[in-house]
């Protein structure tokens, strides 16, 4: 605060001449004594937010005096005199006097106490009092000094606390942005509308963005405004029920995501009104450290949970081994053996002097196995050790085979040794020998008998050649005699067919029916013998194949066409099935006929009622056609199901058999099926019907 300058007091006039002198003298006099009070004047202010009186200037400096008084003491004159308006302090002449006089800097000198601020109405409160000695209660220049100068000194008090309250308080504002800079977490306040009121340059980065920053950023600053308008409006406050919370924000710097715990606390400010201060964590290596925690952990826990398993199931092996396993340390100590090996390495309880020595000699042999093992560069060993079986009191010679376990930086972790008996080896050694022996003796004899064996073997070799030899002449003459057999067979068929339709003449009816049974049987015998050249060829290897592209929709046509007559006949109903965009076949289309007309007409012959499909449909997957025949007829037995398909093979071989034919023609028909490279196959049941299947690439052999 700036020193208060010394009053002015005006100087009364002395008048010097005559009767007037003395009381010039007396004038002057009272004129220093006032200027002296003056001079020791001292003020008295509450500063801002104190409860105390205090010094604030003096009209000397270097009289300045430490005064502080707290506003709460109501029995000190000094404070029941901030609501007065001028209070004379006389000289105190006895103790009652200095007890009734406040505590100042003028002792027990008079002086007057002046409240700062209080009007002549009494409605402004005070808020010092301005302290000054003085010999009189009044006079002219008192008033005058106690109500001008005690005013100006009031507006220059009041300007200063003012001065010092804008410069304290901006002290206190650049103190508190340095504080809220010098955190690393973004701090900020906003109104109830959501505004930015006060940031420190963390929250600046990332809620604020001028016109010249790139669109990116700018959009990044945008959602990270909505992100946090959303967060702290009063309904996520209301439905979260707390002030702690996640916030995921945009990085604008690079646009990657920033996971923020969000602290907001409600102020209510009179002046501003309500606001929230809100500051921002940044956890986003926090969360990533504690997935990375919590997926470490899982882990491990998967790895607890392996490793107990894969010892259980360690234990259970080890305990399931017939023979003995034992596992040492680096050390050579004992860690771990199985019930077998206990046996041999552990006294057992109420033991006998001998089986303790016993079982001390198989630990020396052992231990020396492994002392020998340790100091080996070798990763395996073998050896054999002579122990003793203290159960029974047999020796025991056991083949040792021990294994070195490594940790990954190669240091010694266990020797893992399995002890296995050779006492049945042994006995089975002996007994090889015996069997070799016997084995010896047996050779000799299976020779003798090989060479008589050989000897058959050539005979049925040559027999077998023999055979093929026979049944390709066989063949050979079959197909010469069939084709001997054709040639007037259809000349008499032709002469036949030309009498009944009366080229010689007109016939009578008996007549016309015995023509027409010899042309009916010729055709049959024709048949048969066109089936037996067909069978022949193909064993001679003789039959040709002339592949062609042609529409399955048409052979089936004609193949019904051909058998109409038959179908009439039998008053059965033959119908068509099949699917829609089917592909040409590009295979021997005569044969493919010549099988659809056999299995046609066994439909049709071994059905009483009912009916007969055609059927074919395409088999996508491996590039098939299966062209299928269907009937309601008598069916056939599992067993004979393979049985139809050999060479002149009946069902019904009895003298007074139903059906007629050669049993020839399922036989040629899977014959040629196999020609062309397809198959055929049959599912039947017994009085519910057949249904014969011929599959065929549909591009074939050509």
């Known amino acids: 605060?700036?020193?208060?300058?010394?009053?002015?007091?005006?100087?009364?006039?002395?008048?010097?001449?005559?009767?007037?002198?003395?009381?010039?003298?007396?004038?002057?006099?009272?004129?220093?004594?006032?200027?002296?009070?003056?001079?020791?004047?001292?003020?008295?202010?509450?500063?801002?937010?104190?409860?105390?009186?205090?010094?604030?200037?003096?009209?000397?400096?270097?009289?300045?005096?430490?005064?502080?008084?707290?506003?709460?003491?109501?029995?000190?004159?000094?404070?029941?005199?901030?609501?007065?308006?001028?209070?004379?302090?006389?000289?105190?002449?006895?103790?009652?006097?200095?007890?009734?006089?406040?505590?100042?800097?003028?002792?027990?000198?008079?002086?007057?106490?002046?409240?700062?601020?209080?009007?002549?109405?009494?409605?402004?409160?005070?808020?010092?009092?301005?302290?000054?000695?003085?010999?009189?209660?009044?006079?002219?220049?008192?008033?005058?000094?106690?109500?001008?100068?005690?005013?100006?000194?009031?507006?220059?008090?009041?300007?200063?606390?003012?001065?010092?309250?804008?410069?304290?308080?901006?002290?206190?504002?650049?103190?508190?942005?340095?504080?809220?800079?010098?955190?690393?977490?973004?701090?900020?306040?906003t109104d109830t509308e959501g505004r930015l009121l006060i940031a420190n340059s963390r929250a600046l980065a990332l809620f604020t963005a001028s016109e010249e920053e790139s669109e990116g950023r700018r959009s990044a600053v945008r959602m990270n405004n909505m992100l946090l308008s959303s967060a702290l409006s009063s309904k996520a406050i209301e439905e979260t029920g707390a002030t702690r919370r996640e916030l995921l924000l945009v990085n604008p710097a690079d646009g990657s995501d920033l996971l923020f715990e969000l602290l907001s606390t409600v102020t209510d400010d009179p002046r501003h009104g309500t606001g929230v201060v809100s500051i921002l964590r940044n956890v986003t290596d926090l969360r990533r450290a504690t997935e990375e925690i919590e997926e470490n952990y899982r882990k491990l826990r998967t790895a607890e949970v392996l490793a107990r398993a894969e010892s259980d199931r360690l234990n259970l092996i080890i305990d399931s081994v017939a023979d003995p396993i034992v596992v040492t340390d680096s050390s050579g100590e004992t860690s771990l053996m199985n019930d077998p090996a206990m046996r041999l390495f552990t006294i057992p309880r109420r033991a006998s002097a001998l089986e303790e020595r016993w079982v001390q000699a198989n630990d020396a042999h052992f231990s020396s196995f492994i002392a020998g093992m340790l100091v080996s560069a070798d990763q395996r060993r073998n050896g054999e050790i002579g122990l003793v079986d203290a159960k029974a009191g047999e020796p025991m010679p056991v083949e040792a085979i021990a294994g070195k376990i490594l940790s990954e930086h190669g240091e010694l972790n266990a020797v893992v040794t399995i002890l296995h008996d050779r006492r049945e080896a042994i006995e089975k050694a002996e007994l090889y020998e015996q069997l070799q022996h016997a084995a010896d003796e047996l050779e000799r004899k299976i020779q003798a008998a090989t060479a008589d064996i050989a000897q058959q073997n050539e005979l049925l070799r040559r027999q077998a050649i023999e055979l093929e030899q026979a049944s390709a002449l066989k063949s050979q003459f079959l197909a010469n005699m069939s084709h001997e057999f054709r040639t007037p067979l259809n000349a008499m068929l032709g002469y036949t067919s030309m009498l009944l339709q009366g080229v010689a003449g007109p016939l009578e009816a008996p007549v016309k029916r015995q023509l027409a049974r010899v042309e009916s049987n010729g055709r049959h015998l024709l048949t048969i013998i066109n089936e037996i050249l067909d069978i022949s060829r193909i064993e001679a290897g003789r039959m040709p194949l002339q592949a062609s592209k042609f529409k399955i929709y048409d052979l089936m046509s004609e193949v019904r066409a051909e058998l109409d007559p038959i179908i009439l006949r039998s008053k059965l109903t033959v119908t068509m099935q099949l699917e829609r965009d089917l592909p040409q076949l590009v295979t021997d289309r005569q044969k493919v006929k010549q099988i659809l007309v056999n299995l046609l007409s066994n439909a049709v012959k071994f059905t009483h009622h009912g009916g007969v499909t055609l059927s074919a449909r395409r088999n996508a997957r491996d590039r098939t056609i299966a062209l299928a025949v269907t009937d309601t007829g008598i069916g056939i037995s599992a067993a004979d199901q393979d049985r139809i398909f050999e060479d002149f093979r009946q069902l019904d071989n009895t003298p007074t058999r139903a059906y007629g034919g050669t049993g020839l023609g399922l036989s040629i028909c899977r014959r040629l099926a196999q020609m062309l490279d397809g198959r055929i196959s049959v599912q039947s049941q017994v009085g519910k019907g057949s249904t014969f299947t011929l599959t065929l690439p549909i591009k074939g052999r050509k």
């Open 1 to 189: 605060m700036r020193r208060v300058p010394p009053a002015r007091v005006a100087r009364p006039r002395i008048e010097r001449r005559g009767r007037f002198a003395e009381r010039g003298d007396g004038a002057r006099r009272q004129w220093r004594r006032q200027r002296r009070a003056a001079a020791s004047a001292r003020g008295l202010r509450q500063p801002h937010g104190s409860r105390r009186l205090r010094a604030a200037g003096a009209a000397v400096a270097r009289r300045r005096a430490r005064v502080s008084v707290s506003l709460d003491d109501w029995n000190n004159p000094l404070i029941a005199g901030l609501n007065r308006r001028h209070t004379f302090y006389p000289t105190a002449h006895s103790a009652a006097d200095h007890r009734r006089r406040p505590s100042t800097p003028f002792d027990d000198a008079p002086f007057h106490a002046v409240p700062l601020g209080l009007t002549t109405d009494g409605g402004q409160p005070t808020f010092g009092l301005l302290l000054f000695g003085g010999q009189v209660r009044r006079a002219p220049d008192l008033e005058w000094f106690t109500t001008v100068f005690a005013q100006k000194i009031d507006q220059i008090l009041r300007q200063r606390a003012v001065t010092e309250g804008d410069r304290k308080q901006g002290r206190e504002r650049s103190l508190l942005y340095s504080i809220i800079n010098a955190v690393s977490d973004p701090i900020l306040l």
